[in-house]
């Protein structure tokens, strides 16, 4: 019987030592993964490190990247495009004008009637209209006679309250938010489609004479009155409300700049200098790049991955959609070489662009106790149940380090344009304030993305943040179409006459 008792003592012994090696096995991998997790962050933070120097760095390349994209046609990253737009608006447009706005699978009809210094916008309206597939990959005819079509039924719902002065012809602004080269405020030729469209004989094609042969058929009496894009519609729609509007920024989906520029300061320039003595210029600055800016093997990795590898770099830093997409990155590599995840890697892990930019804002603006805002985000889209809160934290810390970096870059880049302008100083004889328009859902829904964004800016210019204000302008392609209708409209020569 002793013996027996020994023998299961014994066993037992061994299965309590064998159990607690387990246990202290399963312990130090759990720490040594842990350890590599941690180590990929801390590696993570340091490449996307953001200095007050280096983003002086980034400014004065964004600036003197300008100066280069101005002297002459394919001198800099930046194309500084001459936009031919010339008088913004100032709050005295009277009159009913439209706007389409063509950028996507959508496009959307206005009507606006503007009521001058006293009315502003009296009214507006609008209208969405959905593109079915098989116009996207059609003829040039064919979609622009289904879009005069939409315009023209939008125009015969014209209410009593719509006063188009007799004799007067109707004028649209037209946002078209694909690459064109322009030749005129009402003329520019389509380099390619982007966004799903491919109809190949508008390729090479002025996209006004299109639009106006289409409304013809239609028997629609309209002129085309400016040709823009939602950035410049932006900065127009940001002048009409403030007349220190000096620049307009996207941060988007994508992201853009342009800016009231002087006209004997662009060198490329050949035409005739505007009578108002400025130019706007469509910078395109989302195709900036520079040795300042602090790329990881993840950015690279997911250039060479993408449908333009070389191009657009400082958007796919900073905007919408890419920021998801890199932390995507990021938290697959945790799980590849830390186990982050456990012992296999989520198979959803590996889908490119599963994990958008609004889910990342979500996970980050996570304030519940257990962070389970971050918890069902991981579980819906990724299926990754049953996380710890220790793993959810370091989620939100990823978040933090790679939204921020954006943020900072953003501002470092409105810096460069303030220094190409003269205006990142403060003037003892002059006291200028200067107001950059800002739109987009990154900059409108990630808040702590837009914070870090001002906040950055107002360490960048020091005392000379008093005069620099950012200011919301929304709907920049829809209502700014229809004011630049009115600033570049065919009879302001009557009127002012």
């Not at 188009?164 to 078209?176: D, H, I, N, V």
């Not at 790329?295 to 991955?305: G, R």
């Not at 198979?347 to 106790?369: E, G, N, Y």
Request: charged share 25%; glycine share 10%; hydrophobic share 40%.
């Amino acid at each position: 019987m002793g013996k027996a008792t020994v023998c299961v003592a014994a066993v037992c012994a061994v299965a309590v030592c064998a159990g607690a090696a387990v246990v202290v096995r399963h312990r130090m991998r759990s720490s040594g993964r842990w350890a590599k997790a941690a180590a990929i962050v801390k590696e993570l933070e340091e490449k996307c490190g953001t200095p007050i120097g280096k983003l002086r760095q980034v400014a004065d390349a964004m600036a003197v990247e300008m100066h280069a994209g101005l002297a002459s046609e394919g001198g800099s990253k930046l194309k500084m495009i001459i936009s031919f737009v010339d008088n913004l608006p100032t709050g005295d447009e009277k009159g009913l004008f439209y706007a389409l706005d063509l950028g996507g699978t959508n496009f959307r009809v206005l009507r606006v009637q503007l009521g001058g210094k006293d009315n502003r916008v009296a009214k507006q309206e609008f209208e969405e209209v959905s593109i079915p597939p098989h116009l996207m990959v059609g003829t040039s005819d064919a979609l622009f006679d289904f879009i005069a079509a939409a315009l023209k039924k939008f125009v015969d719902t014209e209410g009593e309250d719509s006063h188009l002065s007799p004799g007067r012809q109707r004028e649209l602004g037209f946002t078209f938010s694909f690459p064109v080269k322009q030749s005129s405020i009402a003329a520019g030729t389509l380099i390619k489609w982007t966004k799903g469209f491919s109809i190949e004989d508008a390729v090479g094609q002025d996209v006004v004479g299109e639009l106006t042969k289409a409304m013809e058929r239609v028997g629609l009496d309209m002129r085309v009155a400016a040709l823009v894009n939602d950035t410049i519609g932006t900065l127009a729609g940001g002048r009409y409300d403030n007349p220190d509007v000096i620049a307009a920024v996207i941060l988007g989906t994508g992201t853009n700049a342009a800016y009231v520029e002087r006209a004997h300061a662009i060198p490329k320039w050949h035409g005739l200098l505007p009578k108002s003595g400025d130019m706007v210029i469509n910078m395109e600055w989302g195709n900036f790049r520079s040795s300042h800016l602090p790329l990881t093997e993840y950015d690279q990795a997911m250039d060479v991955e993408s449908l333009n590898p070389g191009e657009q770099i400082f958007e796919k830093l900073i905007s919408g959609m890419y920021l998801g997409e890199i932390l995507r990155r990021v938290l697959c590599r945790m799980a590849e070489e830390a186990a982050f995840f456990g012992d296999t890697i989520p198979p959803k892990l590996k889908i490119p662009f599963i994990l958008r930019t609004p889910d990342m804002s979500a996970m980050h603006h996570d304030t519940s106790s257990d962070l389970r805002v971050v918890g069902s985000k991981l579980k819906d889209i990724l299926d990754i149940p049953n996380t710890s809160l220790k793993t959810r934290k370091l989620i939100v810390e990823l978040c933090d380090i790679i939204s921020i970096r954006g943020a900072r870059l953003s501002a470092a880049g409105i810096l460069g344009i303030l220094k190409k302008l003269g205006r990142d100083t403060v003037r003892e004889e002059e006291k200028q304030r200067s107001v950059i328009a800002l739109d987009g859902g990154l900059y409108e829904h990630y808040t702590k993305f837009r914070e870090a964004m001002e906040s950055t800016l107002k360490e960048l210019l020091g005392e000379a943040s008093d005069t620099i204000v950012i200011e919301h302008s929304n709907d920049g392609s829809g209502v700014g179409a229809a004011l630049l209708a009115a600033s570049h409209s065919q009879y302001l020569e009557v009127e002012d006459s």
